[in-house]
């Protein structure tokens, strides 16, 4: 837990610092007044954190509104987070990912607001909950084989009653859609603070570069590999699993805390026979019980696979980048990647 708090708090006390040595008196309008000068950056959850941290770095105190190993779909405000909200110079979120956050600043009114769901082609929610493949053009450029067509059975999960609206929130599993989501953080902190805009766009090209290099990563050890089905606790890997046309079979729908029906245990235990899976993923925020039950029956292993709703103390990394590679490592251990 310190390790998450702990690179805001550092930034937070060298930007004061700064600013008083390079001030003096400083202004004296607003709350908290002749303190901290950076921008206040809320957000929903940690992706979101660690790209506001990566684009702002130095100029912005980024407070994450789930607790680190919280349920980040779950999330409800304090009074005090609902305060901070109307104060805070930017806020960022996934709209219909976290319905109290989305409420509170419709209440709150903060001076900026970045949905992200204006900024990434959100894939659409099947009648039945489940994330709906889409097979368009921005594939067409890519150098993989054949997409490879899923089956609705293989796609169906029992509905689960989620609370997402109309649409898969899970964006930031795949490594484009976060440099968008970077790109426009930087846009939006530079509406804030308009003399630093230079900045943020260059630390949003750098940040982009690192993402783009996990891209590859995934594309390249992705391509070679003996099954393309993978078994994950919930079902948050759909944008991912787009990407690197694989096919995600969810034991839970979009949301983790529904428990998965008797039918559905032995659906997935049926299509992991069918397809040779050979692990059963869990999360470390979501008790493996389901998962070991499935494996055990099977003799499968089961290993973690991150949805990075929040950074637990558990991560195999210390940030997005580091676990989504953690990720792609357990994912070809699992598909006989070569
Ligand atoms: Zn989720």
């Not at 550092?10 to 400083?26: E, I, K, R, V």
Request: with cysteine; aromatic share 4%; proline share 6%.
């Amino acid at each position: 837990m310190l390790r998450t708090l702990r690179r805001p708090a550092l930034a937070l006390a060298a930007s004061a610092l700064l600013l008083t040595t390079a001030c003096g008196g400083g202004t004296e309008s607003g709350p908290g007044a002749g303190a901290y000068d950076g921008l206040d950056v809320i957000v929903g959850f940690y992706p979101l954190q660690f790209v506001a941290e990566s684009v702002g770095v130095g100029d912005v105190a980024v407070t994450n509104m789930t607790q680190p190993g919280a349920e980040a779909h779950d999330l409800e405000l304090t009074p005090r987070q609902m305060a901070a909200l109307g104060e805070a110079d930017l806020v960022v979120h996934i709209k219909g990912f976290q319905p109290a956050l989305d409420e509170a600043i419709v209440q709150a009114k903060p001076k900026n607001v970045l949905d992200v769901a204006t900024v990434v082609d959100m894939h659409e929610i099947n009648p039945d909950g489940s994330h709906a493949h889409e097979h368009t053009d921005e594939h067409a450029d890519d150098e993989h084989a054949e997409p490879t067509t899923p089956t609705p059975a293989e796609t169906h999960h029992a509905g689960d009653g989620h609370d997402h609206g109309d649409f898969d929130p899970h964006v930031w599993l795949d490594p484009t859609n976060m440099v968008k989501i970077a790109e426009a953080t930087a846009t939006a902190l530079g509406q804030a603070r308009p003399d630093e805009a230079a900045k943020f766009t260059a630390n949003a090209a750098s940040l982009t570069s690192e993402l783009t290099t996990l891209d590859e990563s995934f594309v390249a050890g992705l391509k070679t590999c003996e099954r393309t089905e993978f078994v994950t606790s919930h079902a948050a890997f759909g944008y991912l699993a787009d990407r690197y046309h694989l096919t995600e079979i969810g034991i839970r729908g979009l949301s983790p805390e529904a428990e998965p029906s008797p039918a559905r245990v032995a659906e997935v235990q049926r299509l992991a026979r069918e397809h040779g899976i050979t692990t059963v993923f869990y999360e470390t925020t979501v008790s493996p019980a389901v998962a070991e039950a499935i494996a055990g029956d099977l003799r499968l292993k089961t290993d973690v696979l991150d949805p990075l709703e929040g950074l637990s103390p558990e991560a195999r990394g210390d940030n997005y980048l580091e676990v989504m590679n953690a990720n792609l490592t357990a994912l070809k251990a699992a598909n006989g990647c070569s």
